[in-house]
């Protein structure tokens, strides 16, 4: 982040160049008679030894967006700061618009392409407003979903591009770090066909050891049902258990594509792996990768077929240090400000602070952040400390404030911040606050009689 008062306050990744090169490719084979799974089936409960930090079953009325807590919408042709057409030449402009992402009412996202009169190209993006999704030291990470690619194939079905997939945290903020800061691709498909690809990408492009834009990927072919005739689980395990460090790529539980840490030099997989990621959701249409297998959309390409999404679950096993579902956190350890279980108007990006990592930034008054399951223990916290920095214009500041269990409930404490300098020069400011006992959810919130961003903050915790 520039120190100048033209801050952006929406920072989202770009889309890759992938030209994926494999030597065999399943082209759109026939659905068999065996049933197709249910369209509304719940999340897996987690297995023995894995905690739950992330969960959308996509409940809700049918015809609504997403849940804002979790998701937030990337709109437009590319990200202010970032690469035209999301970095590949796809054609289409995302939107926020229920024609385009919604709900079906049966517990499914449906991510929708769309077409006008004249032509013109919608689709939709999501993104968790969670970037922290990392194994712990010696655990594993599984980020899994179950989908149904959009059900058209054949010369219908040409420049179509849906994806699940992770980028890395460093990105937002950025722009122009990819790939270096790594990219994990953990289902694709194009133009109709019986194929999902699954690729991480690194190090430097064109080239460079992780050999982009294609990347270090592999290709399967759906079982049972085609990928667009039924719903399959799309899985990716990042393991740090193991002595060489991998990432495991899954079809309907089935291991079939591998990427192992000596694979590359270890300054390259630090710098891909090194920090969180964030998942995102989309249909593409044209690009990079539909080129590589024959182009498209074109006039006879057929809009309106979405790709149908029935969960999106994140799992951590291991390690030590991951918290428990609900939170599990101790008031009176620090806290990350990126480790937010919801939020409203933040953004996420590499911070120079001492110990590195990530703070966050874009905070202007009405913006909020999250914590869920703060625990304060039996004797009361009656201090706050918060690690903010500012480079407000002179005359901007505000308050940063902390409610418990609801926004709407009155502040416990708060204190002032302006310019401290700079967007990275960080400070910490003590607050006192009213005793606090018990379990509760925390919120930050952001007060300003002014609309400009006023402060970012790394990490707070609680004291008596």
């Known amino acids: 982040m520039s120190d100048t008062s033209g801050r ?17 490719l399943g082209l759109a084979a026939a659905a068999t008679t065996a049933a197709t799974p249910s369209a509304s089936a719940s999340a897996p409960p987690p297995p023995s030894g894995w ?35 999301w970095g590949t030449g796809e054609i289409e402009t995302m939107t926020s618009s229920t024609d385009n992402v919604s709900l079906d009412g049966n517990g499914n996202l449906r991510i929708t392409p769309r077409r006008d009169g004249a032509g013109n190209w919608t689709s939709g993006r999501v993104e968790t407003n969670r970037a922290d999704f990392q194994p712990p030291a010696g655990g594993r990470l599984r980020v899994e979903s179950r989908i149904q690619v959009p059900n058209v194939t054949g010369a219908a079905a040409k420049g ?24 994990l691709d953990i289902m694709e498909n194009t133009q109709g066909m019986n194929t999902v690809f699954a690729t991480m990408h690194c190090g430097t492009s064109p080239g460079g050891p992780c050999n982009e834009t294609s990347g270090i990927g592999s290709s399967t072919t759906c079982q049972g049902t085609t990928c667009q005739a039924g719903f399959h689980t799309y899985r990716m395990e ?8 991998e990432i495991r790529f899954y079809l309907d539980g089935v291991n079939f594509h591998t990427v192992r840490a000596n694979q590359v030099d270890a300054t390259t997989w630090r710098n891909a792996t090194d920090h969180g990621f964030f998942i995102i959701l989309n249909v593409a249409m044209g690009g990079g990768f539909p080129d590589a297998f024959g182009g498209g959309p074109d006039a006879g390409t057929q809009p309106g077929s979405p790709m149908v999404v029935d969960y999106v679950q994140v799992l951590s096993s291991g390690g030590g240090t991951t918290p428990p579902p609900t939170g599990g956190r101790d008031a009176y350890s620090t806290i ?16 120079s602070d001492s110990g590195g990592g990530q703070n966050v930034g874009s905070l202007a008054g009405g913006d909020w952040l999250h914590f869920k399951g703060v625990d304060f223990g039996s004797s009361a916290a009656r201090q706050f400390n918060a690690r903010v920095a500012s480079g407000a214009a002179s005359g901007v ?18 204190f002032a911040v302006g310019n401290t300098g700079g967007w990275q020069s960080w400070r910490t400011i003590p607050a006192n606050i009213s005793s606090v006992t018990g379990t509760h959810d925390v919120y930050l919130t952001f007060s300003s009689g002014q609309p400009q961003d006023f402060v970012n903050v790394n990490w707070f915790t609680f004291g008596h």
């Not at 952006?8 to 065999?24: D, M, N, Q």
């Open 238 to 245: 990042w393991d740090r258990s193991t002595s060489v460090e």
């Open 51 to 85: 905690n739950q930090l992330f969960l959308d079953d996509f409940t809700g009325p049918a015809g609504s967006g997403v849940n804002t807590s979790n998701w937030q919408y990337a709109t437009g042709k590319g990200y202010p700061g970032g690469p035209a057409n």
């Open 8 to 24: 952006l306050r929406a920072r989202h990744p770009f889309r890759r160049a992938f030209v994926a090169v494999v030597s065999t």
């Open 397 to 414: 500041s505000g308050l940063v404030e902390v409610r418990l269990d609801s926004r709407s409930n009155a502040p416990v404490g708060s």
């Open 336 to 351: 990350q400000a990126e480790s937010y279980d919801g939020q409203s108007g933040v953004s996420t990006e590499s911070t």
């Open 160 to 183: 179509y591009w849906p994806a699940f997939w992770m980028l890395g945290a460093p990105y937002r903020g950025d722009y122009w770090n990819w790939p270096a800061v790594g990219e």
